[in-house]
């Protein structure tokens, strides 16, 4: 087994939410032990059970009860949660907490700081909701909000939800094409942007985008002032609302009522609308903050995101659990790469959301955040986007805090949630994220569909489960739906992520399936060879893809250095000395180049796919879903990998 990181304090697990809940469940008889993997083995096996159980541990308040919890429960997909249910998504994160307690704050790469109480929410809230009535809007109409990460952002999408409309967001960096490959798809009737956003202490004024984005969308637009608050809008643009005063009115509305689409990154294709629904949204997210992360009332939440990555709408829901989220809009390394743990030590911050590629930018910086006391109130240090490499798990412990609990965490834009989390009970282990999500029958196949264990196949879910979108927006007979998922084993979910489930229960992920590499037909993982070759002092990033050639795959790394280093061969024998003797003689490159960036999609991952495509002489699906397609000429048409494969 992998060495032991981190063990949960005896006086914080004592009373953590799961403590409670698992002795609740075992007191009625349902769990023999409040052991933490049979409580696992109990909420897939016997799902009615625990979604009864956990929806009355949460209070949650149905306007309608369900008259059933789980119909067609062998229906994958079709069966359906919670019948007759009827509730509204906004009303449980709005209604809790006092008028005077705090909700958000809000800060920006500039310095500006703004606060919300919990009462201005929710008057900020009702005046969106009395604009949305001005416009003639109602239920299941849409709104979609090109917008930064704004408290503005934050009250118009709940101002959606409790009055049952259904929205979608994407974030203000956004080229128009690729926003009109996402909204155009479900023809909102109201566009609400921002003038315009900060990056990297520059102001980008998007207005001309705004216009023309209305013009072919053929919608109204409000202008929400950001870059310039003294500025009336231009003409034919409408102004945000002032806030109301009372509170905002909440609709009923089925448990399956759309509460948003989503958008998959588009880098394999059109834009895919996932469809979300008010009670799986909050019953999914309720259980992944109580339970797993252990968020209490009044701790304070961050997750460095912008409104187009799924986990701008995981933080959202953490106002139900009587939370402060905090905001932050720009550059995470602006003005240095101490900002945000600047961040987390001003605000208090108890549970910090963050990437891999993030904490790797701090090592490559050499930041040890320790002295400075960033995370002095911090419990939780969340990372996901990518797999945690093993060495991360060692910086995290010796240079920003051994008391940190490091939950990665994995999941996507397909379930807006998490299939493998952290969990407050148990011994995170060096390389391995602690375990399967409560409720989520999550298991790894090999290609014949049988499950593997202690080596890496393909994450699937073997059973229906909450988190499961309704469906995809503009398939009426669920056809792209079953097709996106079902395709590979019938009945089963398959995701797209290479994973191991370990001899301790933990989980190992190394990339996603549809990048694997297949040299000599043995399937690689890209993440097991950036763990190598990032290691190395010189190499911010790899990217790691396979070629055709004469019938076989070759794989080609490509490096992207740190200022002042150089590619030359010593480092490349270097490089494939590691891969050979801490990985296998697979996992060496045949080319090793240097490019001085990678293309990335807008929540930051970098697009093997896109360079995969480049490679073998085509085109990307969208370039439209990437936030730099420039990138892209670096790899078209190199020299170097013209020629045939080397003796």
Not at 57 to 86: H, K, S, T, Y
Not at 289 to 316: C, K, P, Q, S
Not at 398 to 416: E, N, R, W, Y
Request: glycine share 10%.
């Amino acid at each position: 087994m992998n060495p032991v990181v981190w063990t949960p304090a005896p006086e914080e697990a004592a009373r953590a939410h799961l403590t409670r809940f698992a002795h609740r469940v075992r007191a009625r008889g349902l769990v023999p032990e409040p052991d933490p993997h049979a409580l696992w083995s109990w909420s897939v096996e016997r799902p009615e059970e625990f979604w009864t159980e956990l929806a009355s541990f949460l209070d949650v308040p149905f306007d309608a009860p369900p008259r059933r919890i789980l119909e067609d429960p062998d229906a994958m997909p079709g069966a359906r949660w919670f019948v007759g249910a009827e509730l509204n998504y906004a009303r449980v994160v709005l209604g809790v907490g006092a008028e005077g307690d705090p909700a958000l704050v809000f800060r920006d790469e500039s310095g500006a700081r703004r606060a919300w109480t919990r009462g201005e929410l929710r008057r900020q809230v009702a005046g969106w909701q009395a604009l949305y009535r001005a416009f003639g809007l109602v239920r299941g109409d849409r709104v979609a909000g090109y917008l930064p990460n704004l408290p503005e952002t934050l009250a118009a999408m709940l101002a959606a939800a409790a009055s049952g409309l259904v929205w979608t967001g994407a974030s203000s960096d956004f080229g128009v094409e690729g926003v009109l490959d996402r909204f155009g798809q479900v023809a909102p009737r109201l566009l609400v942007a921002a003038d315009g956003y900060r990056h990297q202490g520059r102001p980008y004024d998007v207005r001309e985008r705004v216009v023309e984005i209305a013009r072919r969308l053929d919608c109204p637009a409000v202008l929400v002032p950001y870059l310039r608050p003294a500025e009336t809008p231009p003409t034919g643009m409408h102004a945000p609302p002032l806030p109301a005063s009372e509170g905002p009115v909440f609709v009923p509305v089925p448990f399956d009522h759309p509460l948003y689409v989503l958008f998959s990154s588009g880098t394999t294709g059109r834009p895919k609308g996932i469809v979300h629904a008010h009670g799986r949204v909050l019953l999914q997210h309720l259980k992944e903050h109580r339970l797993h992360v252990d968020l209490r009332a009044g701790e304070r939440i961050f997750y460095y995101t912008t409104i187009g990555w799924m986990m701008w709408n995981w933080l959202v829901t953490a106002l139900a659990s009587e939370a402060v989220v905090v905001l932050y809009e720009g550059s995470p390394f602006h003005p240095g790469p101490e900002a945000l743990l600047r961040l987390a030590r001003e605000e208090g911050i108890a549970h910090f959301g963050t990437s891999a590629k993030y904490l790797s930018g701090l090592e490559k910086a050499e930041v040890n955040a320790r002295s400075s006391g960033a995370f002095a109130a911090t419990r939780t240090l969340l990372s996901t986007g990518s797999p945690l490499l093993p060495e991360q798990f060692d910086y995290v412990r010796d240079a920003l805090g051994p008391q940190l609990h490091l939950a990665s965490i994995s999941g996507g834009t397909d379930i807006v949630s998490c299939f493998v989390l952290g969990h407050p009970l148990l011994p995170v282990r060096r390389g391995e994220i602690q375990c399967r999500g409560l409720g989520m029958p999550v298991d790894v196949f090999d290609e014949t569909g049988r499950p593997l264990r202690g080596r890496p196949g393909e994450l699937v879910a073997t059973r229906p489960f909450l988190a499961m979108p309704v469906g995809f927006w503009n398939d009426p007979d669920g056809s792209r739906y079953r097709d996106a998922y079902f395709t590979t084993y019938p009945g089963v979910w398959r995701h797209g992520d290479r994973a191991e489930i370990t001899a301790s229960g933990g989980i190992v992920l190394s990339g996603r399936s549809d990048a694997v590499l297949n040299p000599g037909g043995v399937r690689i993982g890209t993440a097991e060879i950036y763990r190598q070759v990032e290691a190395f002092p010189e190499v911010l990033e790899a990217l790691a893809v396979g070629q055709r050639v004469g019938g076989d795959e070759r794989v080609v790394l490509f490096v992207r250095l740190r200022e002042g280093a150089v590619l030359d061969e010593a480092l490349r024998t270097a490089i494939r000395r590691r891969l050979r003797e801490q990985a296998s003689p697979r996992h060496v490159p045949e080319r090793i180049l240097a490019v001085a960036d990678f293309p990335r999609t807008r929540s930051g991952k970098v697009s093997e796919i896109a360079v995969r495509d480049v490679l073998a002489g085509g085109t990307p699906a969208n370039t439209g879903a990437l936030a730099n397609p420039e990138a892209l000429d670096l790899f078209r048409d190199l020299p170097e990998l013209r020629t045939e494969r080397r003796a």
